[in-house]
């Protein structure tokens, strides 16, 4: 969608790495209002970018019903700031409505059991419609369904994910390991690490470690981008955990 390459890596990764619904049901329940604040690097073969990524869960009203707004900021001295913010209805965490903005790139998406419709404003001007048929139930971004998986070591789910750089839905298989102790900024913690990797492209993957405890909240994650988007190595290490600021309760967009 964006012909420079590396605001390109950006929104590879707000797009894809946040943008996976999975097959099963899953429901909020234990979830609560919070900032959860990292530290995120993308090493290419002749640049390191550094970015602020900053993930915000607030209760909100949309379209009428109780729902999540999960809204994922990228904040870097070398590229555009950029929001990647999905509504979720509260009781099961279906997607309701998804805005995507970078720079003068914008997508808005809105979901129905079958159906996702929009459009995308891209940097050159022209406008384009989106119009993707669903075969199966959605349920929020990666990180928001991760939190609700039943994880054990052993687990394994297949995710199905829209990727809006390609308009088509792609499949994902997440496998969990054993619990691992691991150090990040804001300290030592108990963790999952869960292997993300693509089921119908070989070798693509990613791995994430989110909390031991329900809710499942990721970590720290690595992963390597795709040759097509620059390559390299993706790492995001968690920095803070804080309560949401009141100006920011409020419903929209």
Do not use: C
């Not at 129905?112 to 929020?140: F, H, Y």
């Not at 150090?183 to 989110?210: I, K, N």
């Not at 909240?217 to 290490?237: A, I, K, Q």
């Amino acid at each position: 969608m964006l012909s420079n390459p590396s605001r390109s890596v950006v929104l590879k990764i707000v797009t894809v790495v946040l943008s996976v619904w999975l097959v099963q049901s899953a429901h909020g329940g234990g979830l609560t209002e919070q900032v959860r604040t990292y530290a995120m690097t993308v090493e290419l073969e002749n640049r390191e970018i550094t970015m602020l990524r900053r993930v915000s869960w607030t209760r909100v009203e949309e379209d009428g019903e109780d729902a999540w707004r999960v809204s994922t900021e990228h904040e870097s001295n070398d590229l555009a700031w950029s929001v990647d913010t999905i509504h979720l209805a509260a009781k099961d965490l279906r997607p309701i409505r998804r805005y995507i903005s970078q720079g003068n790139t914008r997508v808005r998406l809105h979901y129905s059991d079958d159906m996702i419709r929009g459009k995308a404003w891209l940097q050159d001007g022209s406008v384009v419609p989106i119009e993707v048929g669903l075969d199966a139930p959605t349920v929020g971004d990666i990180a928001a369904a991760m939190t609700t998986l039943p994880i054990a070591p052993g687990y394994t789910t297949i995710l199905s994910s829209f990727d809006p750089t390609l308009v088509s839905v792609r499949r994902w298989k997440i496998v969990a390991g054993e619990v691992e102790v691991i150090e990040t900024p804001f300290g030592s913690m108990r963790t999952y690490p869960l292997e993300l990797s693509d089921a119908d492209q070989p070798g693509r993957s990613g791995l994430y470690w989110v909390t031991e405890d329900s809710p499942h909240h990721v970590v720290m994650s690595e992963s390597r981008l795709p040759d097509s988007f620059g390559g390299g190595l993706e790492t995001v290490e968690l920095e803070s955990v804080s309560p949401v600021p009141a100006a920011r309760t409020s419903s929209g967009q």
